[in-house]
Structures are given as C-alpha cells and as structure tokens.
C-alpha cells in the first residue's frame, strides 16, 4: 500500500492542496498556508495472554480481516501510553482485568486496507475476569502452539501469533505450559530482535 495523501483540501485552511517534493518525497502541500501533509504509521497495541501455556486470540467482528483470528488489540490514542492502550483494550474487548508486563516485539504491516502501520504486542498477565465475547472480539479461545487457526488477520497480528509459536514451542521443551515456558518464549523473541518484516532494499 502506497502512503498516497487522502487530503485533498489543508485540513488547517480549506486551500485545495497541490503536490511537492519535500524532503525526497511527494508530499501534499497547502499554497496558502504552507502546511505539509507527512503521512505516518498507524500504532496499535495488542497483548499475549496465555493460559496453561495456551495463547488468547479472539476472531474479528469487523473488516477488515472479519471472522480471522487476532490478538486483543486496537489503536493507541494520541494522549495513550500504548501499554495503557493494550490494557484498555483487552478490557474492552474481553472484560478481562489483565497486569501489562514488557514490550514483547514491534510488528511493521504494510497489509491493512486503513493504512500501514506498527503493532506494539505487550505481554500481559490476567488479574481477573473470565474472557468472554464483545462487539469487536468475538469466541475468545486459548490456542496451543501445536493447533493455532490458520486463518489469522493481518495487521501484525500474524507476525506476532507465528513468533509467539515458535519461540512457545521451544521453551515447551523441558518448561511444558508452564509461566516460566512462556517467560522463555518472550526472552527469545525479545532476544532475536529481528526486524519482523523483510527490510526494502534489503540484499
Ligand atoms: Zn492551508
């Protein structure tokens, strides 16, 4: 997906915008009152929750990805600390009560029809609640690793589910299910720090 401007009119003046290069890019411009449109990443916050060595995913009410299987997860707000957004939105589309731990990885997605972004997946613990359905999150299910859906949304979500698995699937041998199987899992990706997608003009 392109980052194209969707503005046609300075969202500050009214002014119909024309197109300039700025900054080695085609920016949108305002003639009347210089304002430039740069365009940049969405930031989403989505949360690990595992269960008995189990991964908490919930299938999607809406477009895009509807009906696939995603994290608890959503937008961070301008004025948010994204852990405070991942905590929020597992709230809201699980009533689960959770405890946000550490920033687990950083997802870029260039596959979401309302525009490319980054997922910031937490690791949380639940305090309390039992997960149940909501308007965006329906049939909260705990996966193991072994039997995962395979049809999982975009967004960075499928990036963080598959690494999840294999770094899981790892610490099982020898930590089964248990918390600390799953303090492994999160120590090894923490650790690989590999950027999750294939850099452009990567040789
Ligand atoms: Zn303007």
Redesign the pocket.
């Known amino acids: 997906m392109h980052a194209r401007s969707a503005f046609r009119y300075?969202p500050?003046?009214g002014?119909t915008l024309t197109v300039g290069e700025i900054e080695a890019r085609r920016r949108s411009i305002?003639p009347?009152?210089g304002?430039i449109h740069y365009a940049q990443l969405k930031v989403g916050a989505g949360a690990l929750i595992e269960q008995d060595g189990r991964l908490l995913l919930l299938q999607r009410a809406r477009p895009p990805f509807q009906g696939c299987w995603n994290l608890p997860a959503g937008y961070v707000e301008a004025d948010e600390h994204p852990a405070e957004a991942a905590r929020r939105e597992v709230q809201e589309e699980t009533g689960l009560q959770v405890d946000v731990g550490g920033l687990v990885n950083a997802y870029y997605f260039d596959d979401d029809p309302r525009g490319n972004g980054i997922l910031l997946v937490y690791r949380c613990r639940i305090l309390g609640g039992e997960p149940k359905a909501s308007d965006e999150g329906l049939t909260p299910t705990f996966f193991p690793p072994q039997r995962l859906p395979s049809d999982l949304a975009g967004g960075g979500h499928d990036q963080a589910v598959h690494e999840w698995r294999t770094a899981r699937l790892a610490a099982s041998e020898g930590e089964g299910s248990s918390e600390r199987g799953f303090s492994r899992a999160i120590r090894a990706i923490r650790d690989s720090q590999q950027p999750s997608a294939k850099l452009e003009g990567e040789r």
């Open positions: 300075c500050l003046c002014a305002c009347e009152c304002w």
